[in-house]
């Protein structure tokens, strides 16, 4: 099974200012069909998770744009250009590439210093 | 944009049976695989399982394998999963969603197994 990690676990930060939450991936996630089903969700307290990117880097309708993805191979990166207090919360990336099963990264908790 | 309703979740013992649904509008169910997530408490996200559009190929967890089923009515608009022989470490928050690329989720049904 593909094992997923993020980094880190939990990440304080200030509104305002920029946050970055790594994962990575145990073999590449490029699909056969030229594709990384590399997706990125978030958690709210209390709330059922909702998807914030797939394919890396694209961004589901109604996402702010403040949420970028990006990465490659193994190495991905979600992106929050500026922290406002609604993003609290856990964040998780899962890979869609090697299944079943599809795999989910521990998950980083953002929360405001 | 799509919405997902679970329902059936509820306390039962151990070696038990419980038969979660997950009704579907606002799309159309029978173009979708569709899937089931859970979230043991206070821990993350464990995909469990999926079914193919028709229903012809269907996706386990290794530590459901024999014990779950899932299924759908594309009639009924409707989702299942079949949950025998529950363990305690099935407790959890039970979601489905849409798609392999799990896009939208419901609300959840709370699991619990516990004598």
């Known amino acids: 099974d593909v094992v997923m990690t993020q980094s880190p676990l939990s990440l304080p930060v200030t509104l305002g200012q920029p946050a970055s939450i790594s994962c990575r991936s145990s073999q590449s996630l490029v699909y056969s069909d030229g594709n990384t089903y590399l997706s990125w969700f978030q958690q709210r307290p209390g709330q059922s998770p909702r998807r914030l990117i797939y394919?890396?880097?694209n961004r589901d309708s109604g996402v702010p744009d403040r949420f970028s993805g990006s990465g490659s191979g193994t190495d991905f990166t979600l992106k929050i250009s500026r922290v406002e207090a609604e993003d609290v919360g856990v964040y998780y990336c899962m890979q869609g590439t090697h299944w079943p099963p599809w795999t989910f990264g521990q998950g980083t908790k953002v929360e405001i210093k | 944009e799509g919405q997902l309703v679970e329902s059936g979740g509820t306390l039962v013992q151990p070696g038990g049976s419980l038969r979660l649904s997950c009704a579907a509008s606002g799309f159309s169910f029978s173009n979708f695989w569709m899937s089931w997530i859970r979230q043991a408490p206070g821990k993350g996200l464990e995909w469990v399982a999926n079914i193919k559009r028709d229903g012809s190929e269907k996706y386990y967890v290794d530590s459901v394998k024999g014990r779950f089923t899932i299924s759908r009515d594309n009639a009924k608009n409707s989702l299942y999963l079949q949950m025998n022989d529950l363990r305690a470490e099935d407790t959890a928050v039970y979601y489905c969603a849409r798609g392999r690329g799990l896009d939208p989720w419901g609300q959840g049904t709370l699991v619990t197994v516990s004598s």
């Open positions: 394919q890396v880097s």
